[in-house]
C-alpha cells in the first residue's frame, strides 16, 4: 500500500524501540490473518460452536505482553482468547486443530474456541463465563503473592464483565490482601450487542476500583505504545507490591460479537470509520515506514512469513484426525478415579 | 489455480443464505479483510471477508440470489500473473470437497464408560489404640495434619482464622500456621470459591470453606464450570486441586434457605468427586484423602453430626480411600444404603430391627462420586431388598440413583420394589413440628423396611 505519513508526533507519546515496534507488527499482524482465517472457515462449517475473533482488539494484549515477563506473568481471559495464545506463543497450529474440533487442537479437540489453557506459558484460559477469570485471575494473583515468586497476574475481561459481581467481589479481596493483580478491560464498546452506554451507569470503566482504593486508567487500546506504556506502569505497580491496577483499554471489534453477530446494533460507518482512522496494525506499518525501521520488502517478507504460519495451522487444523472415541472418557478425573 | 470462494455459513446450523450485494467487480484487487460481498439470512448479516490477496477473476452467482446454499462457489480469485482464462467457465465443484467441510460426525457408538475400581481401607496395625474424638476434632486434625505436611495447603473463608471458625472446626489452626495460610475472607462466596480456584491452578491446594453449603450456590458457577471442568476443557493439562468444604444440609430451626442438602446436585457433575462423611474416623480419613486429591472435591459436612464422637485409629497418617463405601454392619434380609447424617436414622434403625430379628445389613457410601455402586449391588443380590435413607429431596435423590442402578444391574434379584427414606418434597418449615415432619426419622426407616420385607 502507498506510503502513508506518519501523524507529527504529539507530546508525551511514549515510543518504542524499533525491535518493538517490529515485533508488535508482526504479533498483531499474525492475530490478524490467523482471525480471518479462522472467519473463513468457520464460514466453511469446519469450526463449530461459537468463534468470536479478535479483530480490531489486536494491540491490546500485544501491548501488555510486551509489558509483561512472557511465560513468568499468568494471563487470563474471557472467551475471545486466540489473539492470547498467539502472543504468548502457543502453537498456531495447536489453537487452530482446537477450533476444529481435532486431535492435535491444544484440548485435544474436548475444549473448543474458549477453553485452551497452556501451564507452560501460564496461560489460564480461554474461559466462557462472563466474568468468571476475573475471579479466576485474582487466585492466580493470590498464588503469586503466597509463593513470593515475583510474578504477576494479568485478567483480561470486557466491557460486558466489567458489571458483573464476582469482579466486584475479586477487587475488593485484590485490594485487601495486595495482591499482584492487572486487571485489563477490553473496551469494545459492546457487550454482545449492547453498548457501554445502555448498560453502564459509569461508563468510564477506568473508576471501577475508585471504592475499592484500585487506581485505574483509561488507555488508547488502539495504540500499541500507549498500550504498553500504560501496561508497564500497572504492572511494575503490582510486582513492586502496590497491589492491584486497572486499565481500561478503549478498543473496537471490527468483526460482531461472534461469527452468528446480526450487527444491526452500530453502523457501518462507525466500524468503517475505526478501520480507516485507528487501526492498530497500519498505526505501527505507518511508523516503521515513516522512521525506516522496515521498508516495502520487509513487509512483503513479514507478510509471506505470517501466511505461511496461518497456512499450515490451517492445513493441519483441517487434515487432523478427529479425537479417537476412546478420549471421551479421558481427563475427567486424574488419580485413577475413572470417568 | 484460481482461489475459490465459497458461499460462508454465519453459524453452524446455516444452510443456505441470501447474496445480497457484491462490493467488488471482475479485475478489482482485493486483499485480506477487504469485503467482497454482503449476505443475509432471517437472523443476520455478514460481511465476506478476502482471506487472500489477488484480484476478482468470475462471480458466479449475482447479488440478489436468494437461497444459495452454504459453501457454493460464489467467484474466483486469480492470483498473481493469472488471468481470466484460467477461471472455470461454470460454477466449479467445491474445491477440495472432503478437505474443506467439517467431517461428519463420527457414526461409530460411544465407547463404554470404563469402570473405576476402588480400593479397600487400609489394614490397621494390629493391636491400635482407637481414640474417641468428635468429627470436628476430626475435621480439625486432618486439616493440620495436612497442612503441617504440604506447605502448599491452605483454608480460606468466613471467620475461619480469628473467630477461629463458625463451626469451630478451624480451631487453632490461625495460631499454628499464621495469616498467610489461614485466611478470613469477606463474605463473597462466589469471589473467593473463584479465587480458590485460581490458585488450584497455579498449584497450590486450597481449602475453602464456606460457612454452609447454602452460602455456595452463590458460587456454584465456579465450583462446576470453573474447577470440575477444567482438566477436560484443558484436555488434561490443567488440575484444579482444591477441597470445597462446610456443612451441608439440615441444622435445626434454621428455615428453609438455610437447610438444604446439594448431595444430589453435586454429585451429578463429572469431574467433581463428593463426600459425605458420617463417622468420625471417615470424616478424617477421607478429609485427608481430599486434601491430597489432585481432583476438586466437594466435601459435605453435617452440622448436627460435628458434636458426635466415634473411634479414631491413632496412627500417624490416616488415609481412607476415595469412592468405597463401608459395610457399617454385615446382614443378610435387607440392604440399608445412606450417608452422613441420613446414617443416624439407619443406625438406630438397624439396632431395633436386629433386636426385633431383622438381619440388616447397613452401607455407609461415604463418597458419592465416584459412587460405589459395586458395593450395593453385591448387598442387593444377597438380601433381594433395599432401603435408602438420605435428607435430601425425593426428585432425582441419591436414593433415585441408587434404586435406578440396582433395578438395572441386579432386577432379577428383588424381592420387593426399593424403598426411598427422603426429605420431605417441601422446602423446609420453621416451625418445629413441621421442620420434624420434613425430614426423614428412624420411625420412616423401619417402615421401608417393613414395606421391602412384607412385615408389617
Not at chain 2, 480469485?77 to 460426525?105: H, I, Q, R, Y
Not at chain 2, 498449584?203 to 465456579?222: C, H, K, S, V, Y
Amino acid at each position: 500500500m502507498a506510503r502513508k505519513p506518519a501523524d507529527k508526533p504529539k507530546a508525551n507519546i511514549p515510543e518504542l524501540t524499533k525491535d518493538q515496534e517490529l515485533a508488535a507488527f508482526r504479533d498483531m499482524l499474525l492475530i490478524r490473518r490467523f482471525e480471518e482465517k479462522a472467519g473463513q472457515m468457520y464460514g466453511m462449517g469446519l469450526i463449530g460452536g461459537f468463534c468470536h475473533l479478535y479483530i480490531g482488539q489486536e494491540a491490546v494484549v500485544t501491548g501488555v505482553t510486551m509489558a509483561s515477563h512472557k511465560g513468568k506473568d499468568a494471563q487470563i481471559t474471557g472467551y475471545r482468547d486466540h489473539g492470547h495464545m498467539l502472543v504468548m506463543g502457543l502453537d498456531p497450529k495447536g489453537v487452530m486443530a482446537e477450533l476444529t474440533g481435532r486431535q492435535g487442537g491444544l484440548s485435544k479437540g474436548k475444549g473448543g474456541s474458549m477453553h485452551m489453557f497452556s501451564n507452560e506459558h501460564r496461560f489460564y484460559g480461554g474461559n466462557g463465563i462472563v466474568g468468571a477469570q476475573v475471579s479466576l485471575g485474582t487466585g492466580l494473583a493470590f498464588a503469586s503473592k503466597y509463593r513470593g515468586d515475583n510474578t504477576v497476574s494479568i485478567s483480561y475481561f470486557g466491557d460486558g464483565a466489567s458489571n458483573q459481581g464476582q469482579v466486584y467481589e475479586s477487587f475488593n479481596m485484590a485490594k485487601l490482601w495486595n495482591l499482584p493483580a492487572v486487571y485489563i478491560i477490553e473496551n469494545n464498546r459492546y457487550g454482545m450487542g449492547t453498548a457501554v452506554t445502555r448498560a453502564s451507569g459509569q461508563p468510564n470503566l477506568s473508576l471501577r476500583g475508585v471504592s475499592f482504593g484500585i487506581e485505574g486508567e483509561q488507555v488508547d487500546g488502539m495504540d500499541v505504545r500507549m498500550v504498553h506504556d500504560a501496561a508497564k506502569r500497572a504492572i511494575e505497580h503490582a510486582r513492586s507490591g502496590k497491589g492491584p491496577y486497572i486499565l481500561e483499554m478503549l478498543t473496537y471489534r471490527y468483526r460482531g460479537h461472534s461469527m452468528s453477530d446480526p450487527a444491526k446494533y452500530r453502523s457501518k460507518d462507525e466500524v468503517s470509520t475505526m478501520r480507516a482512522e485507528h487501526d492498530p496494525i497500519e498505526q505501527v506499518k505507518a511508523r516503521i515506514l515513516d522512521k525506516r525501521y522496515g521498508d516495502e520488502d520487509w513487509f512483503k517478507a513479514v507478510e509471506a512469513e505470517i501466511r505461511a504460519i496461518v497456512t499450515e495451522a490451517a492445513d493441519f487444523a483441517t487434515a487432523d484426525t478427529e479425537p479417537a472415541p476412546a478420549e471421551l472418557y479421558t481427563d475427567v478425573y486424574v488419580d485413577g478415579l475413572g470417568a | 489455480m484460481p482461489i475459490t470462494i465459497l458461499m460462508p455459513a454465519l453459524s453452524p446450523t446455516m444452510e443456505e443464505g441470501k447474496l445480497a450485494k457484491w462490493l467488488v467487480k471482475p479485475g478489482d484487487a482485493v486483499k485480506p479483510g477487504d469485503v467482497l460481498a454482503e449476505i443475509e439470512t432471517d437472523k443476520a448479516t455478514m460481511e465476506v471477508e478476502s482471506v487472500d490477496t489477488g484480484t476478482v477473476g468470475e462471480i458466479f452467482v449475482s447479488e440478489g440470489t436468494e437461497a444459495v446454499k452454504v459453501n457454493t462457489p460464489i467467484a474466483t480469485l486469480l492470483a498473481e500473473g493469472e488471468d481470466a482464462s484460467a477461471s472455470p467457465k461454470a460454477a466449479p465443484a467445491p474445491v477440495a470437497a472432503p478437505a474443506t467441510t467439517a467431517p461428519a460426525p463420527t457414526a461409530a457408538a460411544a465407547p463404554a464408560q470404563p469402570g473405576f475400581t476402588p480400593q479397600n481401607d487400609p489394614d490397621l496395625p494390629a493391636g491400635v489404640e482407637m481414640v474417641e474424638i468428635t468429627v470436628r476434632q476430626a475435621l480439625n486434625e486432618a486439616m493440620a495434619e495436612e497442612m503441617r505436611r504440604d506447605g502448599d495447603v491452605f483454608v480460606m473463608g468466613e471467620e475461619v482464622a480469628e473467630y477461629q471458625g463458625a463451626y469451630k472446626i478451624t480451631q487453632g489452626l490461625l495460631q499454628e500456621f499464621g495469616e498467610r495460610r489461614v485466611i478470613d475472607t469477606p463474605i463473597t462466596e462466589h469471589g473467593f470459591a473463584g479465587l480458590g480456584v485460581g490458585a488450584a491452578f497455579a498449584g497450590l491446594r486450597p481449602i475453602i470453606e464456606f460457612m454452609t453449603w447454602n452460602f455456595a450456590m452463590q458460587a456454584i458457577d465456579q465450583i462446576i464450570n470453573s474447577a470440575a471442568k477444567q482438566l477436560y476443557m484443558s484436555g488434561g493439562q490443567v488440575t484444579a486441586p482444591i477441597v470445597f468444604r462446610g456443612p451441608n444440609g439440615a441444622a435445626s430451626r434454621v428455615g428453609a434457605q438455610h437447610s438444604q442438602d446439594y448431595s444430589s446436585w453435586y454429585s451429578s457433575v463429572p469431574g467433581l468427586v463428593v463426600i459425605a462423611p458420617y463417622s468420625a474416623a471417615d470424616a478424617k480419613g477421607l478429609l485427608k484423602a481430599a486434601i491430597r486429591s489432585n481432583n476438586p472435591v466437594v466435601f459435605l459436612e453435617n452440622e448436627i453430626l460435628y458434636g458426635t464422637t466415634g473411634l479414631v485409629p491413632k496412627v500417624d497418617d490416616f488415609v481412607l480411600p476415595i469412592g468405597k463405601a463401608r459395610i457399617a454392619r454385615e446382614g443378610k434380609d435387607v440392604t440399608i444404603v445412606s450417608f452422613s447424617m441420613g446414617m443416624r436414622y439407619a443406625t438406630q434403625a438397624a439396632e431395633k430391627l436386629v433386636a426385633a430379628g431383622v438381619d440388616v445389613e447397613l452401607i455407609d457410601l461415604r463418597t458419592l462420586r465416584p459412587m460405589d455402586s459395586a458395593t450395593v449391588i453385591a448387598s442387593v443380590k444377597k438380601t433381594g431388598r433395599l432401603v435408602t435413607v438420605e435428607e435430601g429431596w425425593p426428585q432425582s435423590g441419591i436414593g433415585a440413583e441408587l434404586v435406578a442402578r440396582v433395578v438395572a444391574e441386579a432386577f432379577d434379584y428383588l424381592d420387593a420394589p426399593p424403598v426411598r427414606v427422603t426429605g420431605k418434597d417441601v422446602p423446609m418449615p420453621y416451625a418445629a413440628n413441621l421442620e420434624k415432619l420434613a425430614l426423614p426419622s428412624t420411625d420412616d426407616v423401619i417402615a421401608a423396611v417393613n414395606a421391602v420385607t412384607y412385615r408389617s
